[in-house]
Every structure is written in C-alpha cells, then in structure tokens.
C-alpha cells in the first residue's frame, strides 16, 4: 500500500470521525 494512500485515507476517517463527534455534542448540548 502506497503512504500517499494511507494519509488520504487516514484525513478521511479523521474527518468522518470529528464530524460524528459534534453531531454527538450538538445533541448532547440540545
């Protein structure tokens, strides 16, 4: 597997998980 692969993959799954991460806030503060 190439690194350039591996970093794209790895901002995604980043990306993904911060956006979960404020929906729960979001319904945690509403």
Known sequence: MKVSL???????????MSSFYHQIVLKAVC
């Open 6 to 16: 591996r970093s794209s993959h790895a901002k995604i799954v980043v990306s993904v």
